[in-house]
C-alpha cells in the first residue's frame, strides 16, 4: 500500500518510451522526483520530450519501460488513485461544444466522482475570471477564456497535484497574471505544481526548482538559484555592426544588431572587452547585468549539443 | 459508480439537447417508411393470416430505428470526441473500462427506447399491432439497443476518421438491418436467402421484437433470445477487452 504521506508528489523512475520499435526515443530513462508542495518547472527545446512525459505521467501514453507514481500509486497498477490525485490542464485548446461553462465544470467533477461542489466551482470561475460566462456555452468563448475553462477543469476536483502543460501558450498578459496569481496561492496552500513552458521568464518567477529536458534526457536539474549561480552568471548586452571574434560569436546570442554575451567572472568581462577592442569591434550601448534563466537554458542545451 | 452515471447522464444530454436530429428526424423517417411501403404493399403481402402487412412493418420499423439510433449514439459520440480531441477529458478520469462502457452502452439504449418510443406513438395509429407478450418487447429492445450500442462503441473506438465509421455504418450495419426482415418475411425468401438471413443477428432481434406484438414469428423467441444474448456478451467482451487495453485512444 503506498504512503502517500511519506512518497513524492511525483516519481519518475527510469520512464523510457519508444515507438518504431526502438528507432525513436521519446523518453531515455527519465528518473526524477516531486516533493508535495513544490512549484516545479520541466523545460526543454521543441521535441525533448515534456509533453510524452506528462502524458505517461496522466495516463494518455504508456511508459515502455519504467515506473511513474503520484502521491506514491502507480499510474498503471493503482491508476484511479493516481488520476484523482491530478489535474492536468491539457496543452491543446479542447472543448465540448454541447455544453456551457457550469455543465462542463459539473461532468468533469463528477467523473472523479465529486458531486455538489458548486460553492467550488463558484470560486474557481471568480478567480480565473469567468463568473459572467458561467452559462455560455463554449463555442461563444474566446480562445483565452477557453483556456481558462481547461484550467478549472483540471482543478475541479481539487487535486493535490497540478500538472500545467504550456497553459500560457498564445493567450494574453491579463491572463497570464491571473492564472499565475491562483495557481501561486494554491501552491501557497500545499498544492504541488508541474509547470512545462517555453516562457523562461515565467519559469524563473514562480518554480523553486527546474529540470531541463533534452531528447528524452534530463540534462539539468537543480534549484532554479542554484541552476542561475552556477553556470554564467554575467551577461554583456551591446550592439554593434562588425563581425564578432570566433571565439566571442561561439558564445554570443545575435539578435540583429544587438549581441548578448555570456561570461562567468569579472575577469571574462575584462578579456571580453579587451578582445573586442583588439579586434576593433565598435560596441554601442553596453550593459553588464546577471544572467536570466533563458541564458542559462541555452548555455545548458548549446552545452549537451557539443 | 458515480462517475459512470455522470458519463452516463452526460451521454444522454448530449444527444438530448440535439433531440430534433437525434430522435425527431428518425420519428421522421420511419413514418415515412411506413407511408410509402405501407401504401403500396398493404393489398399485395401478406405476411401472416392474422396480421396486415403495416401491421406487420410497424414493430419492424421500430426496431430498425432502435438499433440504428442506439449504434449512432455510441459511435457519433466516440468518434467526435477522438476527433475534436476533448476525449482527454475522460482519459484524465479515474473511470474504468467497466463505467466506460456501461455509460456508452446504456445512453445508446436510452436514445434507442426514445426513438423507437416516438416511432411506435406516431404509427400506432396507422394500423395498431396489438400487444401479445410485452416482456419479450421490452427485452428484445433493450438487448438489441445494448448490442448496437456496444457494435457503436467498438466502431468508435475503431475508426479514425468519420469516412471510416460511415463506411462501418452503410455497409455492415446498414444492409444487415435492412436484410433482417424489416419489411418482409424471411420465408418469403428463397432457400438460399432464407438461410444467410438466419446467420444475421439483427434477424434475430426484429423476430423476437415482433414476436412480443404477434405471437408469431419466424423461429422461436427463445431460439431468438439466445442469439441476441450470446451477441451482446461476445461483442461486450471485445468492447471490454479494447477499453482495457486503451485501443487507438491511449498510444
Not at chain 2, 63 to 90: D, E, H, P, R, Y
Amino acid at each position: 500500500m503506498p504512503n502517500s504521506a511519506a512518497s513524492p508528489a511525483i516519481s519518475f523512475e527510469n520512464v523510457k518510451k519508444t515507438y518504431r520499435g526502438g528507432q525513436l526515443k521519446a523518453l531515455d530513462g527519465v528518473s526524477f522526483d516531486i516533493q508535495p508542495g513544490e512549484f516545479f518547472g520541466l523545460l526543454g527545446p521543441n521535441g525533448a520530450g515534456k509533453t510524452t512525459l506528462i502524458s505517461v505521467l496522466a495516463g494518455l501514453t504508456k511508459a515502455t519501460e519504467g515506473r511513474v507514481r503520484v502521491m506514491g500509486h502507480d499510474v498503471v497498477d493503482d491508476y484511479a488513485a493516481a488520476r484523482k490525485a491530478l489535474g492536468v490542464v491539457p496543452q491543446e485548446l479542447v472543448f465540448d461544444p454541447f455544453f456551457s461553462v457550469r455543465e462542463s465544470l459539473r461532468i468533469q467533477s463528477g467523473y472523479f466522482g465529486v458531486h455538489g461542489n458548486d460553492d467550488w466551482i463558484d470560486e474557481l470561475l471568480h478567480n480565473l475570471g469567468l463568473t459572467d460566462k458561467a452559462n455560455a456555452n463554449m463555442r461563444q468563448l474566446s480562445g483565452g477564456m477557453k483556456r481558462r475553462v481547461l484550467v478549472a477543469q483540471a482543478l475541479v476536483h481539487r487535486p493535490p497535484v497540478i500538472v500545467l502543460d504550456e497553459p500560457t501558450a498564445g493567450v494574453d498578459v491579463e491572463l497570464r497574471q491571473t492564472l499565475w496569481q491562483f495557481i501561486a496561492r494554491l501552491n501557497k496552500e500545499g498544492h504541488t505544481v508541474l509547470l512545462t513552458t517555453h516562457y523562461l521568464e515565467e519559469a524563473e518567477a514562480l518554480c523553486q526548482r527546474i529540470g531541463m529536458l533534452k531528447a528524452g534526457r534530463i540534462v539539468a536539474l537543480d534549484r532554479t538559484s542554484q541552476l542561475l549561480a552556477g553556470t554564467a552568471s554575467t551577461m554583456l548586452r551591446f550592439k554593434t555592426d562588425a563581425a564578432l571574434p570566433p571565439e566571442i560569436a561561439a558564445r554570443a546570442r545575435v539578435t540583429g544588431r544587438i549581441v548578448q554575451v555570456t561570461a562567468h567572472d569579472a575577469h571574462e568581462v575584462e578579456t571580453t572587452l579587451a578582445e573586442l577592442r583588439a579586434k576593433g569591434v565598435p560596441v554601442e550601448d553596453l550593459e553588464i547585468g546577471r544572467a536570466d534563466l533563458e541564458d542559462v537554458f541555452l548555455e545548458i542545451m548549446q552545452g549537451e549539443a557539443a | 459508480m458515480k462517475g459512470a452515471f455522470t458519463l452516463f447522464k452526460k451521454e444522454v444530454l448530449r444527444f438530448w439537447k440535439v433531440a430534433f436530429q437525434t430522435v425527431c428526424a428518425p420519428v421522421l423517417t420511419a413514418v415515412m417508411y411506413l407511408l410509402v411501403f405501407g401504401h403500396t404493399l398493404e393489398d399485395h403481402v401478406k405476411v401472416y393470416e392474422t396480421v396486415g402487412y403495416t401491421q406487420f412493418l410497424i414493430p419492424g420499423l421500430v426496431m430498425m430505428s432502435v438499433l440504428q439510433n442506439a449504434f449512432a449514439n455510441s459511435s457519433s459520440s466516440l468518434i467526435q470526441s477522438k476527433i475534436t480531441g476533448n476525449l482527454v477529458f475522460l482519459l484524465l478520469t479515474p473511470l474504468s473500462p467497466a463505467a466506460w462502457f456501461v455509460a456508452y452502452v446504456g445512453a445508446a439504449v436510452v436514445r434507442g427506447l426514445a426513438v423507437g418510443a416516438g416511432v411506435l406513438a406516431v404509427t400506432v395509429w396507422f394500423a395498431p399491432p396489438g400487444l401479445d407478450n410485452l416482456l419479450w418487447v421490452l427485452a428484445f429492445t433493450v438487448l438489441g439497443a445494448g448490442l448496437m450500442g456496444t457494435l457503436g462503441l467498438i466502431a468508435g473506438l475503431w475508426a479514425e476518421k468519420f469516412d471510416q465509421l460511415a463506411a462501418f455504418q452503410n455497409f455492415i450495419i446498414m444492409p444487415m438491418t435492412f436484410l433482417s426482415g424489416v419489411f418482409y418475411s424471411v420465408h418469403s425468401l428463397p432457400s438460399f436467402w432464407l438461410g444467410v438471413s438466419h446467420l444475421n443477428p439483427f434477424f434475430y432481434m426484429i423476430d423476437g421484437f415482433r414476436r412480443g406484438f404477434f405471437g408469431v414469428s419466424d423461429v422461436s423467441p427463445w431460439l431468438s433470445f439466445a442469439v441476441v444474448s450470446v451477441s451482446f456478451a461476445v461483442a461486450a467482451g471485445l468492447a471490454l477487452s479494447l477499453l482495457k487495453r486503451g485501443y487507438k485512444i491511449r498510444s
